[in-house]
């Protein structure tokens, strides 16, 4: 109950965001907060936890009825998934530009809130689910991100539930529904994560399964 109240607030205030703010959010005294958590990085750090994590974007994934057609299903998940990454990227990138996850790597001393290296690197790690490499998501050199273990372990919980919704055409693939999966995600992210300007705008999540499904040829047997 804590950290969803103060999730929407550190979005909004990053590391700038009191225990007071964030208990008349959840409708309890400020002692309370202070019962669950030791200090304000501790109950910031859990913000960020519950942020990368998917056991929110897996539940969304598992509700997306396998009785659609699969375009239909694969353009439920990228929605799901865009939301779960702008949801990462705003807390985490929220605390980052306020301190919070500089020099908070290895070794880094947290006591009191402090900010341990204002000069870190400034990327705002505008995050991944909790489980793509660091090329997709939170930079983990400045402890932005979970460890490297717990990013395949979440890859691998997104690759399977997409091996989930497109099982039902396994026949109709050329490939495994695993590097299907694989292939889905890697795309999405991959237009998720880089900037291009106006005028190359990123493909948009139809032209995105259309490429994977159907790939870019008007006629695939027509290339030499």
């Known amino acids: 109950m804590i950290v969803a109240a103060a999730l ?15 208990a008349r959010a959840a409708g309890i005294g400020e ?27 897996l539940r969304e994934l598992a509700a997306i009825s396998l009785d659609e057609p699969l375009a239909d299903r694969l353009a439920e998940a990228a929605e799901a998934l865009r939301a779960h990454m702008e949801r990462i990227g705003t807390v985490v990138g929220a605390l980052h530009a306020s301190g919070h996850l500089r020099g908070r790597g290895p070794g880094a001393d947290t006591r009191d809130g402090a900010d341990t290296q204002d000069g870190a690197d400034s990327r705002d790690g505008a995050g991944t689910p909790d489980g793509v490499d660091s090329r997709d998501g939170a930079d983990s050199r400045d402890g932005a991100g979970p460890p490297p273990d717990s990013r ?19 026949a109709a693939f050329r490939l495994s529904p695993e590097k299907v999966a694989a292939a889905f995600l890697g795309m999405l992210f991959t237009r998720l994560q880089t900037p291009l300007p106006q005028a190359e705008a990123p493909l948009t999540p139809g032209e995105l399964i259309s490429v994977l499904l159907h790939g870019t040829l008007n006629d695939p047997g027509s290339a030499r």
């Not at 929407?8 to 964030?22: F, H, K, N, S």
């Not at 910031?44 to 929110?56: N, P, Q």
């Open 152 to 170: 395949t372990r979440s890859f691998s919980a997104l690759r399977n539930a997409v091996v989930e919704l497109i099982e039902p055409d396994r």
């Open 8 to 22: 929407p607030l550190v979005a909004e205030y990053g590391a700038a965001v009191t225990t007071g703010q964030i």
């Open 31 to 57: 002692a309370t907060i202070f019962r669950a958590f030791k200090d304000k990085d501790e109950l910031l750090d859990a913000c960020v936890a519950e942020a990368v994590g998917t056991d929110h974007v």
